[in-house]
């Protein structure tokens, strides 16, 4: 490596940092391509390396539809819109949750374990994750001599290497073994370690996903052998270890694939070359992507040369501004390493998980949880990483017609809140949480919001059919309100949340956040037509849209003063300070109520927020940095992000803990503080809308906007001081700022319209830079 690793000369590096080895899992330091994972221990004498692929799911392909769900479906909805609620759920609970009930887990691989006879009395150790060249290094001094162990994950070699070396001849000997709790065996081949094993059994479903790791060590100097399920390595000068695991998952149909042949195509390739390439190509294609950004906070001084774990426990209390660009970058990080073109997309866990029955199935929950991880994506320009959840949402489509179709008789597709590998689309686990049919709808409103951002007409083509589907099925499916004559969802619930804490009753009709998200769906579909010119031929369709589309039921303040969670006020004999805050969806990540439209809306959000309180799981409190930034308040958004920045929701390696670990905290948090310095989800770009007083000086560099603009901002004295804003597509800009600014064109100064004071209006040309000056 050309940097030296000593640590207090840098305390401004991108890195995660410590003096000592993981003790425990949380304490190791995460690498990933996308599809390969590996939590790296920083052993001396003995190296944990704890594998994933993010195919290796238990069970196999099934299909949940239950036919007698829709025999049950009239009298469900009778009962809801009576008030019988808890006859509601027993009816959903007997003859509506899918088969299986439960859907299956995402698992581990299994463990790379090293042993070295290393002598215990080391020096000069350090630990790091250095996250401008996605390496993670350990270093120590035994006996006299420097050993330096780099891992990386290589996305464009689809290999993990570990490269062991030190600075005196002959001295890298060790043993290596896989070990793992799923069913495996190990045979020596052609030199290699190979462990060829099975997922495991879950829900009645028997492990269908075969996998195989397949280890070679390509020394220079000493001896290789490999025998007993023991590669062995003797008196070697350097070693790189390349580590290859595939699965036999083709889609969620199909695991007939040839993990054998796959796991060892990518090994001989990646056996031809050097580690020196390796790491070269590895380092130009992570850069590619996580140079795209660039955040200064602020210096913190001293305190930025701790160790990573000793920074979280003092961050509350004092003032280490780097911490939470690093925090920023290392979400940028996590997202390029578990989010990749053709991968699956980032889990529960990202793609980083040790066991074979993880929280919550380490699946994709997807009342909240999956859509967080991907808030960061186009806004921290990574675009690219954000194509997987299309992929999901492509394959959600075709396994929802039949889910639809049969539990339903609706035509369209439907996904509930969760799914798995299998791409499951039924209520699971309870009424009380599986009853939600929007899982579907909210990611197909991401994927226009990602349009908004592109710009990308061919992916929108390829997107709309999918839109469509998914509004196709609540025009089938939602109902008269007797009450009020509104169309509502029913059965539903509004997400995890129990209207009546008492009884326990989630099931209801219409609550706030789905008429929130059909609003946002259906005019996603009517937008996504007329931007693909299709208005003409979906006439009907779009007719029928936009007729229900007004009869949704609106948003009510309550007694309260708050946004009523449901048609009903109800919110007081509900569990007021519950993590989820489902129907400020509005505010965030939707746009239905913002400060200036809809200000009484807004104010009601805000007494809800309130209400809800501070305290929450890890991926609750970055919503809430989102929605107080939304609110303009960046302060209280700040103080959110310092109760998640502490040792009760953020790990020692920073992994974000519900607790326990889940990595929505770490995606939803960086969007926060996106949102601190940049918004336009209100047809302006807004700079600087809630920057914290913390934050006086500092500066950004690439982020991106909506209509396609990518922006470079820095402020002094918490004012703009000069922005720079990329087009990438023609339009028409609406600059917000909280001092009025001149914009500089390519050929000078353009004249701009100003609606308001500090609102400039001016149209762009792509490829073309304008500059913001505050004079
Ligand atoms: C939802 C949340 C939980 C957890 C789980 C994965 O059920 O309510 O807090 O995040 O998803």
């Known amino acids: 490596m050309e940097q030296s690793p000593r640590t207090a000369d840098h305390p401004h590096r991108l890195r995660l940092y410590y003096d000592k080895p993981a003790g425990h899992w949380l304490e190791a330091l995460p690498v990933g391509n996308g599809r390969l994972g590996a939590m790296v221990f920083g052993g001396v004498q003995a190296e944990r390396l704890q594998l994933n692929e993010d195919t290796l799911w238990a069970g196999g392909p099934y299909d949940p539809a239950k036919p007698e769900a829709l025999h049950a479906l009239p009298r469900v909805r009778e009962l809801v819109f009576a008030g019988q609620w808890q006859q509601a759920q027993d009816l959903i609970s007997a003859h509506c949750l899918g088969d299986p009930v439960g859907e299956l887990m995402y698992q581990t691989v299994g463990d790379l374990r090293l042993s070295f006879a290393t002598d215990p009395g080391v020096t000069d150790y350090a630990r790091e994750l250095d996250l401008d060249q996605a390496v993670a290094r350990t270093v120590f001094t035994a006996a006299g001599v420097r050993h330096t162990r780099d891992v990386i994950a290589s996305a464009p070699d689809q290999i993990i290497a570990i490269r062991l070396a030190a600075d005196r001849p002959g001295s890298v000997s060790f043993r290596a073994v896989f070990d793992s709790p799923q069913r495996y065996e190990v045979a020596a081949m052609a030199g290699d370690l ?14 269908q996903v075969r996998f195989r790791t ?4 390509m020394s220079e100097g000493g001896t290789v052998r490999c025998r007993d399920g023991v590669l062995a390595v003797i008196d070697a000068d350097e070693v790189t270890l390349l580590v290859s695991t595939a699965t036999s998952h083709v889609d969620h149909r199909d695991t007939s694939g040839d993990q054998a042949a796959r796991a060892d195509g990518h090994l001989r390739a990646a056996a031809e070359l050097p580690w020196e390439t390796l790491l070269r190509r590895h380092r130009l294609d992570y850069q590619r992507l996580f140079h795209r950004v660039g955040i200064d906070l602020g210096d913190g001084g001293e305190t930025a040369a701790l160790p990573t774990d000793r920074r979280v426990a003092l961050f509350r209390d004092d003032h280490d501004p780097q911490l939470a660009a690093l925090y920023y970058q290392y979400a940028r990080y996590l997202l390029i390493s578990c989010s990749r073109p053709g991968t699956q997309p980032a889990n529960l866990q990202g793609i980083w998980n040790d066991s074979l029955n993880p929280p919550w199935g380490s699946k994709y929950t997807i009342n909240i949880n999956t859509q967080m991880n991907y808030w960061p994506a186009d806004p921290a320009n990574l675009a690219e990483c954000f194509e997987p959840l299309c992929d999901l949402v492509a394959d959600l489509a075709e396994a929802g017609r039949r889910t639809a179709a049969v539990q339903y008789g609706a035509r369209g597709w439907v996904a509930h809140h969760n799914t798995d590998l299998w791409r499951g689309t039924a209520m699971v686990d309870d ?3 599986g009853t939600w049919p929007c899982g579907g709808a909210w990611l197909c409103v991401m994927l226009w919001d990602h349009y908004l951002f592109t710009g990308d007409e061919e992916a929108l083509r390829r997107h709309y059919p999918l839109l469509r ?12 309100d007797p009450g009020h004559g509104w169309l509502v969802t029913n059965p539903s619930v509004s997400p995890e949340m129990p209207h009546h804490r008492e009884l326990n009753t989630s099931v209801c009709a219409g609550p706030t956040m789905d008429m929130q998200l059909l609003r946002d769906l259906f005019d996603a579909c009517t937008e996504a037509a007329a931007v ?27 007694r309260l003063g708050q946004l009523q969670e449901w048609i009903e006020d109800w919110d007081e004999l509900a569990d007021m300070t519950h993590r989820h805050v489902s129907h400020l969806y509005g505010l965030h990540p939707g746009n239905q109520i913002t400060r200036r439209d809809t200000p009484e809306l807004c104010r009601a959000a805000r007494r809800s927020l309130e209400l809800r309180g501070d305290a929450g799981t890890g991926w609750s409190l970055a919503w809430k940095i989102n929605l107080w930034a939304r609110l303009g308040e960046g302060d209280r958004a700040y103080k959110l992000l310092a109760d998640q920045l502490t040792p009760r929701h953020t790990a020692p390696n920073l992994f974000d803990l519900h607790p326990p670990f889940q990595i929505d905290g770490n995606f939803g948090a960086a969007s926060g503080i996106t949102e601190m310095m ?7 770009v807004h700079l600087l809308p809630a920057l914290p007083s913390r934050w006086p000086h500092g500066r950004v560099r690439g982020l991106r906007a909506r209509g396609g603009l990518e922006i470079d901002l820095s402020w002094h004295g918490g004012r703009l001081r000069r922005a720079v804003l990329r087009a990438t597509r023609q339009g028409e800009t ?17 004249e701009c319209a100003r609606p308001e004071r500090s609102v400039a209006v001016f149209s762009t040309e792509p490829g073309r830079e304008y500059v913001i000056d505050c004079g």
């Open 194 to 207: 190979v462990a060829d094993g099975r997922s495991g059994d879950a829900e009645g479903i028997v492990g």
């Open 431 to 433: 009424a009380v949480a």
């Open 469 to 480: 589907g998914a509004a196709r099925f609540f025009l089938d499916t939602l109902v008269e």
């Open 678 to 684: 940049l918004q336009s989800h209100t047809g302006e």
């Open 532 to 558: 693909l010119g299709t208005v003409r031929e979906d006439r009907d369709f779009l007719a029928e849209v936009s007729a229900a589309r007004t009869r949704l039921a609106p948003m009510r303040i309550g």
């Open 214 to 217: 397949r280890v070679r060590a």
């Open 734 to 750: 609406r600059l917000r700022t909280v001092d009025p600014v001149t914009v500089h064109g390519p050929q000078g100064p353009l």
